[in-house]
C-alpha cells in the first residue's frame, strides 16, 4: 500500500470546520483514499472513503486533488466531540487487502 | 445490530504468563483482523481470517502470539509467553467480506504486562 503523511497534531475551535490534510504522493491508480478516527479508549471508527470524486456523508467531506496526490478530510462543524485521532489510509478494495494504519493525526477541538 | 465484542477490556500479568482475548465479530461477517496498538502508535495488523482460514499473518510473531477462529465466528488471540513490550491494546475488527469497504472495530482490550 501507498504511504500516507499527515501532520502529528492540529488544534480546532468548536464550531468551526475542521481541515485535516493528508499526503498520498505514491498513490496508485486503483487505491482508495480512507478515513478512520478513534476516540480515545475506542476502537477506530470508519468516516468516508473515495476513489478520485469528492465525497459527502453524514459525518464529513473528503476532498481528493485532481492528480490524487493530496486530499483533505473536513469535519464542517467541529465539537468536542470530534477530538480523536485521524487515519488516513490509502488501499485497493481487493479480497485479502487489509488496513494499514499510520500515526495518525491528532485533532484537538476546543470551546 | 451489535457491534464487535472483545473480552477482557483489561488483563494484568506478569511477563512469561500467557493470556488469551476473545473476540466475537459482528454476525454474518466473514473476514476477521487482530490488531495490535502499542501507546501513541496507530494499529499493526497481526493477523486476518476469512471464514476460519488465514488470509495473512505475515506479522504475527509466531515464536509466542497464536490465533484461530474456529468455525469462523468467535477467534481468540493466545500470548505464550508474554513479553513486557506486548503490552498494547489488542483490537479486533471484523467485515462483511474481505476487501469490504468498511471495518468494524471492537473496543479492545488493554494488556500490560509486568
Known amino acids: 500500500d501507498a504511504k500516507t503523511t499527515q501532520p502529528t497534531s492540529m488544534d480546532c475551535a468548536e464550531g468551526r470546520a475542521a481541515n485535516l490534510p493528508c499526503n498520498h504522493s505514491?498513490?496508485?491508480?486503483?487505491?482508495?483514499v480512507y478515513w478512520y478516527r478513534q476516540i480515545h479508549s475506542q476502537g477506530p471508527q470508519y468516516i468516508i472513503h473515495?476513489?478520485?470524486n469528492n465525497e459527502t456523508n453524514e459525518m464529513a467531506s473528503l476532498i481528493i486533488t485532481e492528480d490524487r496526490k493530496s486530499s483533505t478530510l473536513i469535519l464542517p462543524h467541529a465539537t468536542l466531540r470530534d477530538t480523536a485521532v485521524y487515519y488516513c489510509i490509502v488501499r485497493i478494495n481487493q479480497a485479502g487487502t487489509a488496513l494499514i494504519f499510520g500515526k495518525g493525526t491528532t485533532l484537538s477541538v476546543s470551546s | 445490530e451489535a457491534g464487535v465484542a472483545q473480552s477482557p477490556r483489561y488483563k494484568i500479568i506478569e511477563k512469561r504468563q500467557s493470556v488469551a482475548f476473545w473476540c466475537n465479530p459482528i454476525?454474518?461477517?466473514?473476514?476477521l483482523y487482530w490488531y495490535q496498538q502499542i501507546l501513541g502508535q496507530g494499529p499493526k495488523l497481526l493477523i486476518q481470517?476469512?471464514?476460519?482460514?488465514?488470509?495473512?499473518d505475515s506479522q504475527l510473531p509466531k515464536d509466542r502470539f497464536s490465533a484461530e477462529r474456529l468455525k469462523g465466528v468467535d477467534s481468540t488471540l493466545k500470548i505464550q509467553p508474554a513479553k513486557l513490550e506486548d503490552s498494547a491494546v489488542y483490537l479486533c475488527?471484523?467485515?462483511?467480506?474481505?476487501?469490504?469497504?468498511?471495518?468494524?472495530f471492537g473496543q479492545g482490550t488493554r494488556l500490560t504486562v509486568v
Open positions: 454476525s454474518g461477517h466473514a473476514t
Open positions: 473515495g476513489l478520485k
Open positions: 481470517f476469512q471464514n476460519n482460514g488465514v488470509v495473512d
Open positions: 505514491t498513490i496508485s491508480g486503483n487505491e482508495y
Open positions: 475488527a471484523s467485515s462483511l467480506r474481505q476487501g469490504d469497504t468498511e471495518a468494524f
